[in-house]
Structures are given as C-alpha cells and as structure tokens.
C-alpha cells in the first residue's frame, strides 16, 4: 500500500442487510502533508478545478483493485467500491481505460462497482448512461451515490440503468418512524427493488438507525454503526487477521 505523493486510500466496510456481515469495501481517498490530513471534501474539488482529478482516479482505482485481490483470498466474496468523478469525463479515453484496468486486475466480473454523485445535468445523465451501458457488458457495475439530495429524479434511475443507489446520510442518520425521511427512504426502497436495483443507506451513526432502518430492509448498510473508514493495517486486524 504506498503512498503517491501524500495520497492513500481507506477503506469502509458495508454490511449486508438480511444478516449484518460483510459484503465489500468503498475506497476512500486521503491526503496527508506535513503531518496535517486534509479531508476530501477540500482536496477533490480543487483537484477537479486542476484537472487532477483524472490520474488520482486510476491511481485509487489501481491500488484498490490490487488491495481487494489480495483480501478476496481470505475474504472471497468481497465487493469493492470506488468513487468517479464526473470530471474523470473530461478524458475521452476513460471508458475503456477503466475496462482495460479492471481487466488486468483478474479480477471476476461484477466485483466492481463505480459510484456517481447524482446530478442534474442531462448531459452528465447521458454521458453515464452510455459508460453504464459499456461497462456493464465488461462485468462493471455503477451506484449513484448521495441519492435524495439535488433534484433527484426516479427516472434518471431508468437512463443510467445503475444497480445500485447509495441514500444519503443527511436522510439516514438520526432516522426517525413516519418522518419525511423516513418516508422518503422507504418509497426508494420500494421503488428501486421493484426495478431490481440495490440500495445501500450512508451515514448509519447509530444502533438506532439500523433498528429504524431495519423494517424497510436495504441491501447494505455503511457508516459508523459499523465501522469508519479504516486503513489497510486496521481492516486486516479487523476482518482477516481475526478469521
Ligand atoms: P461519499 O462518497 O459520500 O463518501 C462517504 C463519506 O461519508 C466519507 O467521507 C465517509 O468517511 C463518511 N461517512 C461514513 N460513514 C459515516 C457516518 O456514519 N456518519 C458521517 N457523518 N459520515 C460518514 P470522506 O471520506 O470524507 O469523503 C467525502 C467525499 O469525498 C466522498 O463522499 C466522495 O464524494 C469524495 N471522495 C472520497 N474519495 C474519493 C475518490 O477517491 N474519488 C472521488 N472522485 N471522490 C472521492
Ligand atoms: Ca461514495
């Protein structure tokens, strides 16, 4: 696991939601300079603006490939998830490089999957409905991510033909019964099994959310009620060394 230039990646586990075990990981980018970390919410942006955005993303892509095939040999079922930025776009090769990576990693299809910030823009919609469709036929899967906030729009859902929606923590921390959000997170559910797409609720905090969360049965379960973002050492002391 090295370093590229300050950069390193953690990784959060998720949980299944019929029996709480392990199902995969999503890379998480860090940066490190002096000693100080900078959280990504500061650092992907300005790489974006820069746009750095494109060789930091196969680097984590690369490293994280590599980390869950060493892991898969104790933990064989694991899945993996790693973000995309939109601005990765901006490479017109980026379809098949990203097939090309996942290729030379041996890993098995479907192993992988990339997660989208959901957007607005009908344009974004279209460029990744068209890199969904390609990198479905190669065995890669695509999540939106943060779903529920921006205009979210169930019928995009149809256009991207994503597998998975990843529900934002601002609607799943601090759940509560008959709420808006409790409301809202329900009809999502329903409305993406119905369309045999997954759903994983973000930023479960507490044994509370998970109780609450429970009856409206998500696939996968990721936040601090679990586990935070975890480094490579304090993931394998976790979940490997201990198997
Ligand atoms: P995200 O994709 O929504 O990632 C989940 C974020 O929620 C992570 O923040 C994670 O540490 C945090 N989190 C997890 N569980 C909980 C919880 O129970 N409560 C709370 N309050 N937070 C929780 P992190 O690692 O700071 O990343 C922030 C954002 O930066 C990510 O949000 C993602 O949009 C972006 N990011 C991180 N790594 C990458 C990357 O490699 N590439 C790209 N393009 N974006 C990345
Ligand atoms: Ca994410």
Same mark, same amino acid.
């Given at each position: 696991n090295h370093d590229y230039e300050g950069f390193y990646v953690c990784y959060q586990p998720q949980f299944r939601?019929?029996?709480?075990t392990l199902d995969g990981v999503e890379a998480l980018m860090r940066f490190r300079a002096d000693g100080v970390e900078y959280p990504p919410a500061l650092f992907i942006p300005i790489m974006e603006q820069m746009g750095l955005i494109h060789d930091a993303g196969l680097w984590i892509l690369k490293q994280a490939l590599a980390q869950v095939t060493i892991w898969r040999e104790k933990l064989p079922e694991l899945y993996l998830n790693v973000n995309f930025s939109?601005?990765?776009?901006?490479?017109?090769d980026i379809i098949e490089t990203v097939i090309k990576i996942y290729k030379e990693s041996g890993l098995p299809p479907h192993v992988l999957t990339l997660e989208f910030t959901e957007t607005v823009e009908m344009e974004d919609v279209d460029k990744i409905a068209i890199a969904t469709k390609t990198w479905k036929a190669a065995g890669i899967d695509v999540a939106l991510d943060d779903?529920?906030?921006?205009?979210?729009? $169930?019928?995009?859902l149809k256009e991207i033909a994503c597998s998975e929606i990843k529900i934002e923590r601002t609607f799943v921390s601090n759940i509560k019964d008959g709420t808006y959000s409790y409301l809202l997170t329900s009809s999502i559910v329903n409305f993406a099994h119905q369309n045999d797409i997954a759903v994983c609720c973000e930023g479960v905090e507490t044994e509370k959310d998970v109780l609450t969360l429970s009856p409206l049965k998500p696939d996968l379960y990721q936040g601090y009620a679990f586990d935070?973002? $975890?480094?490579v050492e304090e993931f394998e002391e976790a979940y490997i060394d201990s198997t």
């Amino acid at each position: 696991n090295h370093d590229y230039e300050g950069f390193y990646v953690c990784y959060q586990p998720q949980f299944r939601g019929a029996d709480y075990t392990l199902d995969g990981v999503e890379a998480l980018m860090r940066f490190r300079a002096d000693g100080v970390e900078y959280p990504p919410a500061l650092f992907i942006p300005i790489m974006e603006q820069m746009g750095l955005i494109h060789d930091a993303g196969l680097w984590i892509l690369k490293q994280a490939l590599a980390q869950v095939t060493i892991w898969r040999e104790k933990l064989p079922e694991l899945y993996l998830n790693v973000n995309f930025s939109l601005g990765q776009f901006a490479n017109p090769d980026i379809i098949e490089t990203v097939i090309k990576i996942y290729k030379e990693s041996g890993l098995p299809p479907h192993v992988l999957t990339l997660e989208f910030t959901e957007t607005v823009e009908m344009e974004d919609v279209d460029k990744i409905a068209i890199a969904t469709k390609t990198w479905k036929a190669a065995g890669i899967d695509v999540a939106l991510d943060d779903f529920g906030t921006g205009y979210s729009n $169930l019928a995009m859902l149809k256009e991207i033909a994503c597998s998975e929606i990843k529900i934002e923590r601002t609607f799943v921390s601090n759940i509560k019964d008959g709420t808006y959000s409790y409301l809202l997170t329900s009809s999502i559910v329903n409305f993406a099994h119905q369309n045999d797409i997954a759903v994983c609720c973000e930023g479960v905090e507490t044994e509370k959310d998970v109780l609450t969360l429970s009856p409206l049965k998500p696939d996968l379960y990721q936040g601090y009620a679990f586990d935070k973002p $975890l480094k490579v050492e304090e993931f394998e002391e976790a979940y490997i060394d201990s198997t």
